[in-house]
């Protein structure tokens, strides 16, 4: 089976490929994982945040549930640094074979 380029694919199979490496750093970085549980922890106990979050509802929260609030935030921007560094480095490796396709790069 060839392998999928990005720079041949269209904006929904772009959305699976970013989502497929979400899915790598989950399975395989012990670190994002221990985000990601912290995060399903923090919903679980606050089922207001999971409301506010899901559902997009508007909420009044309790003091605790705003710090809470806040921990999620941190968490989440935590996990979007991991993101964003797997899909700088997918995009540099599709730019090595984007630029070896056009003739740039000769092996």
Do not use: H, T
């Not at 995009?91 to 790069?105: D, H, P």
């Amino acid at each position: 089976m060839e392998e999928i380029r990005l720079y041949d694919i269209n904006s929904i199979e772009f959305s699976e490929l970013i989502d497929a490496a979400r899915v790598e750093l989950k399975n395989n970085n012990s670190e994002y994982k221990e985000l990601q549980n912290k995060v399903s922890e923090i919903m679980e106990m606050y089922p207001n945040l999971q409301l506010l979050f899901e559902d997009d509802k508007a909420m009044n929260l309790n003091e605790e549930e705003c710090k809470m609030l806040q921990k999620l935030v941190s968490l989440y921007l935590q996990m979007s640094d991991y993101e964003d560094r797997k899909i700088f480095f997918l995009g540099a490796r599709e730019n090595y074979f984007y630029f070896k396709n056009l003739g740039i790069i000769k092996e």
